[in-house]
């Protein structure tokens, strides 16, 4: 939606007036702006400084500026609570099951990196998960609409054999 940022109006000469603009501003679930700075007349007060304060020795114009982003979310399928240590990496940031789904913000053109692990361990012995498949867009991620990524995950159980009555001949 449509964000109004009070201060608009009619100022005593010299004055000095605080405008801040909101961090985000949300469109949908998936789609948010960020804020990325303001500008006085054209001339940038620097990146992320909000909020401003401009001193009305002349009439002037501010203007915040947002940069589209969307969520990218990673989930898994098919794991159960006894799965232990690292699940996926996104952009270098190891992902635990309990850390799942994860959904990061990204500006409209930017990327993301990710992969699953393809055996994750599980707390209960003889058992472990094994990565089969990944649902959703190859790494890297060039960001151009909400995304949405599944590491599909089979269970796996040890098989130990044993045999008796053999010598060693």
Known sequence: ????????????????????APSQV???????YRFSYWDVDATSRGAGVNPIT?????NHTSTAHYVLQ????FAQAGMSPDATGTVATIDGTAKALSDLPYTKWVDTGGTVTYSYNSIVTSSTSGKRYRLTSVTGPTSPITVAGPVNVTGNF?????ATFAQTG???T
């Open 1 to 20: 939606g449509i964000t109004t940022i009070p201060g608009e109006g009619w100022y005593n000469k010299d004055t000095n007036v605080t405008l801040t």
């Open 154 to 158: 089979v269970t796996q159980y040890l």
């Open 166 to 168: 053999l010598d060693s």
């Open 54 to 58: 401009v001193q009305m020795n002349a």
């Open 26 to 32: 949300a469109v949908s679930g998936t789609a948010q």
């Open 70 to 73: 969307y969520s990218v979310t």
